[in-house]
């Protein structure tokens, strides 16, 4: 490992932030094309209703229209990930508010939407399912009257308003929990929350030279992209080019969607360059939430704290279409036991179709919202047993040897030393000032546990003729510096500065395939491809150096500005000699490859029952422990959050600086979970408040105090042994947040957010609702 300024552990600063920070950056909304016609979508009033007929009169006469498109020109295709359920414009009922029914492009964005105001549309309003209580009903409406002729992608068991069922059991609880000194039962519950991107979501369509549809968007996943746009229009995927802008924000509110094929679907209508940008508005109407779950959990541990059984069921609201809430179900199930040896374990869980915004991919897929309630649930025990909850978490905690539940085994983890260093730190501060009279304090902590394998990645690097080199990966840098910490690994290992090294741009053309930049896997998943890359292309050097030198291969080396030399002599190449003998001379120009899908060890089938797991191969685990300091205004009940610790198993931090930009980011995300961020809809499914104006992000000044904690015990299997970190930050803080009020307070509120009516509800004793 080279110390320099690009190599693994040096603080390199991001290379997009200054095309960022200057206004350079261009994204999907600063993009014009000659001839370019802008898109408005005409959306549902009605949160469930039948379409019978449009009359578009009034909107084609409006000058400057250019094409109108409805479900009735769409010889329509269902599509999904797991269930397909959905077309990209309704087709015969609209299943929420807001759902587009018709989409337009104009010569301007103002004709377009007026124009989309113009559409008349005929409905046959329906009796709509707003909470997943309701959708259970006997008597409920049915959402998908088509759903058991839906294609499934893996097996499983959608019924009635059910989209999904998971379950996993290792033992018997109801037996284990007689065993038990100390039982904790109760049900928690979480909202929905909105991505917070700062850019809404984009996209710019055109039809090429070639005849190709060409689509521009601010996503995280071209691959993917490509697939969808291909497959709602019903054309090759060598006929569609998926081009990345630059993205602000995403969360996993940017994977594919359906304005995506909108656009390209009326750019293939006027053969001209077609721009859809939505508003916050219209995209908080008809994008993607975080799954609202309900979860019961029983849990019970012997009289020395040691946990012996846990018992788990989880509801979570899918929205109107699945989208990816058959995975999200599956992680929070697989996820339930959390870091701790818990002998006997039963998770089961379901989704269920509402008449609401479908919920999907959002960061921490489904465990910020099982660790909320099993991490809460573990404080209530250690006040039972009378063990410092901290201890009782390290009596518990999974060791490297341990299996998973599901039998995977843990390879590596730094669960202790998490908690370890993260009492001590929070334990070594400053004691902070003497608090007003009407002011509680409190300290909560909670552990978490993630996953950074999954699916499949690669990545490519080519030697130019002056030596320089070019890296290619399909994952997409969203904000979180991806792009620098890849770069730094092929960087380390070819000893080059980083200007020697250039990245290409990400489109589905060009770009080595990548499955999403999702699922805290970059780092450790496309970070393998791009280490298989390099050493591929070194050792393609390194033979051609040999033989330029007349030396044997294995005594080769590697020296910093790109330079081959023989060990323990002044014989050397450089890498522009070896470029230019290999284009010009023999055995061609020279690429590096890698390619794989997490191999890690699978669930362990044969002995653990196992249900509606909407995963192939999942795992990857990686550990860590955070820390609140609250203050409970007990007259305003407003909670603020003063200072945070936050220790992270990161195997080894490629770029400190980003690694701990991740995590104060990331446990921001988690605090708006925690306290203030709720979508809210009306009985009749209307999203009540969407825009930044009523929906309550927080601000700069509600931020508190963070430590970074790196906790760096190298996993053998990930990158120069790093593991993944984007999600875990956001997973743990609300629980930690919610156990810091609960000691203030002496009060458990089992519901997020803690909003100060809830606070002050429970402050005076009364039910919380």
């Not at 110390?3 to 920070?21: E, L, M, S, T």
């Not at 033992?171 to 519950?189: I, R």
């Not at 509402?354 to 404080?379: H, M, V």
């Not at 909670?446 to 002056?466: E, P």
Request: with cysteine; net charge negative; glycine share 10%.
């Amino acid at each position: 490992m080279i110390q320099d300024d690009a190599g693994v552990g040096a603080r390199v600063p991001r290379f997009d932030g200054p095309r960022k920070a200057s206004g350079r950056a261009r994204y999907v909304d600063d993009m014009s094309r000659p001839g370019m016609l802008h898109a408005a979508i005409a959306q549902s009033p009605y949160a469930s209703a039948r379409i019978k007929g449009y009359d578009l009169s009034r909107a084609l006469e409006l000058e400057g229209v250019r094409a109108i498109v409805t479900g009735a020109d769409y010889a329509f295709r269902r599509v999904g990930g797991t269930l397909r359920d959905e077309t990209m414009i309704a087709v015969g009922k609209v299943r929420y508010m807001g759902e587009p029914v018709a989409a337009v492009a104009a010569v301007d964005q103002e004709t377009a939407e007026r124009a989309a105001q113009l559409i008349e549309v005929d409905y046959e309003p329906l009796e709509p399912v707003i909470t997943p209580d309701a959708a259970l009903r006997p008597d409920a409406p049915i959402i998908h009257e088509d759903l058991s002729s839906y294609v499934k992608t893996l097996p499983g068991t959608p019924h009635g308003n059910v989209v999904w069922e998971t379950e996993m059991a290792d033992g018997d609880p109801d037996e284990a929990f007689a065993n038990c000194a100390h039982v904790a039962e109760a049900v928690f519950e979480t909202q929905a929350q909105h991505h917070g991107y700062m850019e809404p979501n984009g996209v710019l369509a055109e039809i090429d030279e070639n005849d190709r549809i060409v689509v521009t968007a601010s996503v995280q996943s071209v691959h993917m992209l490509q697939a969808r746009v291909a497959e709602e229009l019903d054309v090759p995927m060598s006929q569609v080019r998926a081009v990345a802008a630059e993205v602000g924000g995403g969360f996993g509110g940017k994977h594919h969607t359906n304005i995506h094929s909108i656009a390209a679907w009326l750019a293939r209508v006027t053969r001209r360059p077609v721009k859809l940008v939505l508003s916050r508005i219209t995209d908080m109407e008809i994008q993607k939430s975080r799954h609202p779950a309900r979860i019961w959990i029983k849990t019970g541990c012997d009289a020395e704290g040691r946990l012996l059984a846990r018992d788990v069921r989880i509801t979570l609201d899918g929205g109107a279409y699945a989208d990816e809430s058959p995975n999200v179900l599956s992680l929070a199930v697989l996820l339930s036991r959390g870091p701790y040896r818990i002998p006997v374990m039963r998770a089961r869980g379901r989704v269920v179709y509402t008449n609401k915004l479908r919920a999907g991919s959002y960061r921490g897929f489904g465990n910020p919202q099982i660790t909320f309630a099993s991490e809460s649930q573990l404080d209530e025990l250690a006040l039972m047993s009378g063990i410092d909850p901290v201890d009782l978490r390290l009596k518990n905690a999974l060791q490297p040897g341990d299996t998973w539940f599901g039998g995977q085994p843990i390879q590596t983890g730094a669960m202790t030393e998490c908690l370890r260093q993260l009492r001590a730190a929070r334990e070594s501060a400053p004691a902070l000032p003497p608090a007003a009279p009407h002011i509680r304090r409190g300290v909560g902590y909670a552990g978490l546990a993630h996953t950074c394998g999954l699916l499949g990645t690669s990545a490519s690097v080519q030697l130019r003729g002056d030596g320089s080199v070019v890296l290619g990966v399909g994952a997409i840098d969203i904000g979180q510096g991806s792009g620098t910490v890849l770069t730094q690994m092929c960087a380390d290992i070819l000893k080059l500065p980083a200007e020697m090294i250039a990245r290409t741009g990400v489109n589905s053309d060009a770009a080595p395939f990548n499955w999403k930049t999702a699922a805290s896997r970059t780092t450790y998943m496309t970070g393998r491809a791009v280490v298989q890359a390099t050493e591929n292309l070194r050792t393609c050097m390194v033979e051609h150096a040999a033989e330029m030198l007349e030396a044997d291969p294995d005594t080769m080396e590697i020296r910093p500005g790109g330079v081959i030399a023989a060990t323990g002599t002044n014989k050397s190449v450089t890498f522009a000699d070896v470029a230019m003998r290999s284009m010009f001379r023999t055995g061609g120009p020279l690429i590096g490859t890698g390619s794989l899908v997490y191999d890690g060890p699978p669930i362990d089938r044969a002995n653990v029952r196992v249900e509606g797991m909407a995963f192939g191969n999942i795992g990857g685990y990686a550990f860590g422990a955070q820390c609140a300091e609250v203050e409970v205004d007990e007259i305003l009940g407003t909670v603020r959050v003063v200072r945070a610790w936050s220790a992270h198993d990161v195997g080894q931090a490629i770029n400190p600086t980003l690694a701990e930009g991740q995590i104060e980011g990331g446990l921001v995300h988690g605090l708006g979970l925690a306290l203030c961020e709720q979508m809210v809809w009306d009985d009749d499914g209307r999203l009540a408040n969407p825009s930044f104006a009523d929906y309550r992000l927080p601000g700069a000044h509600e931020a508190p105090e963070i430590f970074p904690i790196l906790v760096e015990e190298p996993d053998p299997t990930g990158p120069f042994g790093a593991k993944g970190l984007g999600e875990m930050p956001t997973v743990g803080i609300p629980a930690a947040i919610a156990n810091a009020v609960a000691q203030a307070t002496g009060k458990r509120i089992r519901r997020l957010p803690l909003t100060p009516e809830r606070v002050l509800t429970a402050i005076d004793g009364e039910e919380s609702e």
